[in-house]
């Protein structure tokens, strides 16, 4: 049996600079500063909690004046009694450590560990005593960074430490995060205990869903004394979801691994949100020899199919990317995915909360971006039982990655980590090699096949590891063989990450998009003041032509062109930038709502030409002007209530105009036939555009009505929709900018009122 001995919770720490002090050592720790710290942790936290620096770690300028500890080194030191089993074999494990560690226990220098996605463990069986002492050093990523071998291909395409070590990329400032390059042992610490016998690999895979049928392969890798492979070895399966339920039994016939298939009658299938339940059975194994327990587990499975349909490019033949769930296309509508906060330990106790959000925002897919982390369990298991499809990308964005042999191996074992922690997760529908490193390479002239680790290291382990899920290579994705007509025409991809010069969210760049599936765009939006007071001080508040806005636009150079961007937005659809802050947060936020709307309802309303959207983004991971509708403190942009009716399953929107009319859409992104009554209404006037009755097959678009206009009519109309004895409410902007801001205003509180947008 493995039993877990948890080491969280009260460290101390030791700090200091690391050209100040070369000979600091476990046994002599003197010399440096010495604070409490919490594990898991960060070690700007602890400073902070220490009152070594200032509590709040995003106020004003405290990022800039925190980057003096980019060169210290840390020290964690952990005190702690054990009584040992007789017989038993005890591993430290961490779950993560960021970034470059020693391992010391008991003086004796047990391991080291460089990449702060991959788990490390040691078996320290033989060094425990009652007392024990254990010591981590962290060095200065920057420093070991500079260590590294530079070489003329990552030269070429815009090297950054992100190119050299293996620690979230958006550590080292990014355009939604500040710089904050940290430290610390951010997941939790523990002690396993083992008798000799274990089950270290246990899985789950769908091999086919059919007519009252499904066949599920079940596979097992134990740790069983050599000598006893002889006697019967068996796993013992049961499964359970509401009423349905099997048992199963996994012989391993004097070996120590094997796998099983099984076919379960009138199985629970495992759907997306909107298109039928989230199934999830709760899996029970026990390692059994000669009839006795030895080892046992719990997991989930889901019940499902994914297909992923692509082609390299689109040409007039043949173009598609799709999603197909159990055999049916599905509209994907969600959002990206970054790290909750900056400093990675505390993220976890927010996550859970953000996902609500995604579930609130009728979100059913969500994109992992590259620049950040492997989600913690509970991240999965929300996704799991909430119909909520996970776009997993591998922890690379951006910046090309260094290929020497000895990068390559910590991605490959990396990658391993993640796959097999997180291949039972029935969201789970895609492995994918990177964030944009193809377009980096691509716009570098660079051609993106020479990147062997997702063309050649990382699909194998996929394969190897993962059998039956999709494995995308780049997102977005480049071929050899059109890297050629990449140069000269970007809109060739079925998968697009649509960001352009950001201008009118209506210009033809966004509205005559050809991509079938995109799953990277956004628009700005500045915060609510009650969120600016806490984000800059007080003589920083307004106007925003200041260092302290710059900072916390996130460009690590100080410009203010994320202002001037967000201006410009405003200034396109009100024709004039407010003077007062109040009147700007207002127009921006308009802007900003006004624009995501289009984008997905631009996507939906194009099915089945088009399969999919992932905005960017639910929220920020610290207090900034972004492109998230919530901010880091939990309030909510005009743009995530805007988000929520139109990822309505089914919806009613109104099609861009199109000789001399503008359309009437319902779309449907259920498996239910959907009828009722609608009605579009002018909200200022009350006057009714047009009425009447629907029927919407499932899985389909239908065109209800055309409403004939004018560009010149500025008209803000209401779509009310009932079905299922419910009613529902969308709405529309006519005509073209520029608006005026308190017209705009004035029929927004009226379509709230009777709407209850902001329920």
Not at 379 to 408: E, H, L
Not at 483 to 509: M, N, T
Not at 591 to 618: C, D, H, L
Request: charge should be negative; hydrophobic fraction near 35%.
């Amino acid at each position: 049996m493995r039993e877990k001995i948890l080491l969280d919770g009260e460290w101390k720490l030791f700090y200091y600079d690391h050209d100040a002090l070369q000979d600091f050592s476990p046994g002599t720790p003197t010399g440096a500063g010495c604070v409490s710290a919490n594990v898991p942790g960060n070690v700007e936290i602890a400073l902070a909690d220490a009152g070594v620096i200032p509590k709040e770690l995003y106020c004003g300028m405290a990022t800039v004046r925190n980057e003096v500890f980019e060169t210290y080194d840390w020290w964690y030191q952990k005190s702690f009694s054990y009584s040992k089993k007789d017989g038993a074999r005890v591993k430290l494990c961490f779950d993560a450590v960021d970034c470059y560690a020693e391992y010391y226990l008991n003086g004796v220098k047990i391991g080291t560990s460089d990449n702060a996605f991959t788990p490390v463990s040691f078996d320290v069986t033989e060094l425990l005593t009652v007392q024990n002492t254990l010591f981590v050093h962290i060095s200065p990523t920057v420093l070991k960074a500079f260590e590294k071998p530079f070489c003329s291909y990552l030269a070429s395409t815009r090297p950054g430490f992100q190119s050299y070590v293996r620690k979230p990329a958006y550590s080292f400032g990014w355009d939604i995060f500040p710089r904050a390059v940290s430290a610390g042992i951010v997941r939790s610490v523990y002690l396993t205990e083992t008798d000799g016998y274990g089950i270290t690999e246990f899985g789950a895979f769908t091999e086919e869903v059919s007519e009252g049928k499904a066949t599920v392969r079940f596979f097992a890798i134990t740790d069983i004394p050599y000598r006893e492979y002889r006697k019967d070895v068996q796993i013992r399966i049961t499964g359970a979801c509401g009423e349905s339920r099997f048992e199963c039994v996994l012989n391993l016939l004097h070996f120590k691994a094997g796998s099983t298939a099984v076919d379960i009658a009138n199985p629970l299938i495992w759907w997306p949100y909107g298109y039928g339940d989230a199934n999830v059975y709760d899996i029970c194994y026990e390692l059994v020899v000669d009839g006795e327990v030895k080892d046992f587990g719990k997991t989930a499975m889901g019940i499902r199919t994914v297909k992923l349909e692509r082609t390299k490019s689109m040409t007039a033949e043949n173009h598609c990317f799709r999603f197909l769930i159990n055999g049916v296309p599905i509209m994907c509508r969600g959002s990206n995915w970054v790290p909750t906060d900056a400093y990675q330990s505390r993220a976890g106790a927010r996550n859970v909360e953000v996902l609500r959000m995604f579930s609130e925002a009728h979100c059913n897919i969500v994109r992992i971006w590259g620049g950040g982390v492997y989600e913690t369990d509970d991240f999965y298991d929300y996704c799991d039982r909430n119909g909520i499809m996970v776009w997993q990308d591998f922890c690379m964005a951006c910046f090309p990655v260094s290929m020497d042999s000895d990068t390559v191996q910590s991605i490959k074992q990396e990658a391993e980590s993640a796959v097999k922690r997180l291949r039972s997760h029935p969201s789970l529908i895609l492995w994918s090699g990177d964030n944009e490193i193809d377009e980096t390479n691509a716009n570098c002239g660079v051609r993106p096949g020479i990147n062997i680790i997702t063309r050649e290291i990382l699909p194998q382990v996929v394969a190897m590891n993962d059998w039956g899920r999709p494995y995308l290579e780049s997102s977005p994705y480049i071929a050899d063989e059109i890297f050629a007509e990449y140069k000269k025409q970007s809109d060739i991809f079925p998968e697009r990450h649509l960001w352009g010069v950001r201008d009118y969210y209506k210009s033809a760049f966004y509205a005559q998009s050809h991509a079938h599936f995109v799953s990277e765009t956004g628009y700005h939006g500045c915060p609510c003041r009650k969120t600016l007071e806490k984000t800059v001080d007080p003589e920083y508040l307004w106007p925003p032509d200041n260092e302290q806005w710059a900072l916390h636009s996130s460009d690590q150079n100080g410009s203010l062109a994320r202002i001037k961007l967000m201006q410009d937005q405003v200034e396109q659809l009100f024709g004039a930038v407010p003077n007062e802050l109040d009147d700007f947060i207002a127009a921006s936020q308009i802007s900003q709502a006004e624009a995501k709307k289009f984008f997905i309802e631009r996507i939906r309303i194009k099915k089945p030409y088009t399969s999919g959207v992932i905005w960017w983004n639910m929220q920020d991971g610290w207090p900034q002007m972004s492109d998230a509708v919530i901010d880091y403190f939990f309030e909510k942009k005009l743009a995530f209530y805007y988000i929520k009716k139109s990822q309505e399953p089914f919806a009613l929107m109104i099609d861009e105009m199109k000789d001399h009319n503008y359309t009437l859409v319902a779309s449907n992104d259920t498996q239910i036939k959907k009828r009722g009554t609608f009605r579009v209404f002018d909200i200022e006037t009350d006057e009714t555009l047009c009425e009447g009755d629907f029927s919407v097959a499932e899985n389909q678009n239908k065109e209800l009505a055309k409403l004939p206009m004018t560009y010149a009519q500025k008209r803000f109309l209401v779509l009310v929709w009932n079905t299922e004895q419910k009613t529902f409410f969308n709405h529309y902007l006519c005509g073209m900018p520029s608006y005026d801001l308190k017209r705009y205003r004035k029929c927004l509180e009226k379509y709230a009122s009777l709407s209850e947008l902001f329920e």
